[in-house]
């Protein structure tokens, strides 16, 4: 309702009522990626409106009322990021991490402004923080993790980092598919090929894993037995112009 009254207010040009009305639903909704959607677009929307100093002032009111309040500590992270202003949105986030520990959202900010600064050291630090408070998304902050150290030119690292996620989860194909493919871009194609095997015994019937893999063998010249995957991959359901063609 909050956010509806708030796009129609918008639409008739109150834009401080608007904004107002946006704020009260973002306290409303539950935490979690449509407040953290609505949270970008109220300060996106204050700082076209030439309001971003006033939103400002209202979120430190209300830090004065509670320290803790880790919405507003966000929304000002993000006013001050919309600034340029990388120090202040640190100090921020780090006094929301102290208030909460296991705020997801508040260090994965943190590990993206260290990686936006070139300091790789400290985002990776955040990142294998994360990977212990929430273990069940593990898998997404090793490859950002990944992505971090390969964005820097550090290709060994990024290959240590691609190690270390397939032995936490051996069993998991699709794990190792995604290890085998980034291995094999990084430049390692005898370990890439090791990922893909890996991944294979684990699903033999993925048909996408297989094609890639004869792909892979192809590549580095070893035609029988790219020959004899592409064999297999034309004999399973999905996609088999694709593995014919390219025998």
């Known amino acids: 309702y909050h956010l509806v009254r708030a796009d129609l207010l918008l639409r008739a040009k109150t834009v401080d009522d608007a904004i107002a009305a946006r704020r009260l639903a973002i306290d409303l909704l539950p935490p979690g990626s449509l407040q953290r959607q609505q949270v970008g677009y109220y300060v996106s929307l204050s700082l076209s409106a ?18 803790k309040n880790t919405l507003s500590l966000i929304i000002l992270s993000r006013i001050a990021e919309s600034r340029g202003d990388h120090a202040q ?11 909460d ?11 993206r402004l260290f990686s936006s600064i070139g300091d790789v050291d400290a985002a990776e630090a955040q990142y294998r923080r994360l990977i212990v408070l929430h273990p069940a998304r593990s898998r997404f902050y090793y490859e950002a993790l990944v992505d971090l150290r390969e964005a820097a030119g550090d290709r060994i690292g990024a290959g240590r980092l691609l190690a270390e996620l397939a032995k936490r989860f051996p069993q998991n ?21 090791s990922y893909f095997t890996r991944s294979l015994d684990r ?45």
């Open 50 to 67: 030439n309001r971003l100093d006033r939103v400002e002032r209202a979120e430190r009111e209300r830090l004065k009322a509670d320290a």
């Open 203 to 247: 699903q033999p019937l993925n048909h996408a894993v297989r094609v890639e893999y004869a792909n892979a063998l192809k590549g580095m010249g070893r035609l029988q037995p790219a020959l004899a995957s592409y064999r297999i991959a034309a004999l399973q359901n999905a996609d088999r112009t694709v593995a014919v063609d390219a025998t």
């Open 173 to 193: 194909a699709a794990i190792l598919y995604f290890v085998a493919r980034r291995t094999m871009r990084l430049g390692d194609q005898e370990k890439a090929l």
């Open 101 to 111: 520990p296991n705020h997801e959202e508040g260090r994965i900010r943190l590990a």
């Open 89 to 99: 949105a640190r100090d921020i986030l780090q006094r929301l991490l102290k208030a």
